[in-house]
Each structure stands twice: as C-alpha cells, then as structure tokens.
C-alpha cells in the first residue's frame, strides 16, 4: 500500500475525524468545564450554559461519527463505558437535550451529568469515555 492510499484511508476514516474534532476542540471544551466548575452555586444558570454548550459540541461530534460508522440505535445505546445504565452518547445527549429524565438519569441538567460522566476527573475523563466508545464501535 503506498503513501497516498494511507493517506485517503485515514482522511475517511470516521474514528481519525472524531479524534481531530476532539482534539481541536478539546481546549475550548476543558476550559468551559473548569468555569463550569468553579461557577457557584448561585450562579447555576451560567454553569448550565456552559455545560449545555460541552454537551451539544459532544453530541454533534458523536452524531457524525455514529453516523459514518453506518452504526444502528443499539450501537448507540449499548456499546462502551456504561454510566448508570446508559451509554456515554445516550448520557451526553441527555445533557445536550436536557432529558436525563428520559433515560433514567433523575435529573434534566446539564451540569449534573457532566459531572457524573466526569466522576471527578474532569473533562479529561469525559475525552476518555468518548473515545472508548469510539474504539468500541469501530472495533464491533
């Protein structure tokens, strides 16, 4: 195989443009969860915004990749990390569209399930799991 056709693979390969997405927006989204983080208490309509504005980035990322993946609802559902009961895109997607309730989740917020897709590890454990769930399904 020569250079120019590694090349065209990895320009196509859906799991290569997730990974670019995530890595370009990476910066932005991390910094968003640390004032997120440190908004307080009184300020949750800020913190909400902020983690509305992760998940929805999150969400469209996982939405082209799924979708270029040619994967089907379950794929969606069921594949990867698991977080109390759900999937990882299922529980950003939840946080994008504010019904966490929908699936289980006990809370419509968007920060409060960040945080627990974060589990104390920030948005370096969310990075993680979006990525483990990329990995899952290239490899189903």
Known sequence: MGVAEVVEIQRVSPLLHLQ????????????????????SEEDETVREAFAGAIATVLHEQLRRFWKECGANKHDWKSL???V?????????AAA???????HG????SAWPLLEMLGAGGGYARIDELVRAYAIALCER
């Open 80 to 82: 990867g990390p698991i």
């Open 20 to 39: 670019q997405a995530l890595r370009s927006h990476g910066p932005t989204l991390n910094l968003l969860y640390e004032y997120a983080r440190a908004a």
């Open 84 to 92: 109390e009961g759900n999937s990882v895109p299922q529980v950003i």
């Open 105 to 108: 989740l006990r809370t419509n």
């Open 96 to 102: 994008a569209k504010r019904n966490g309730k929908k």
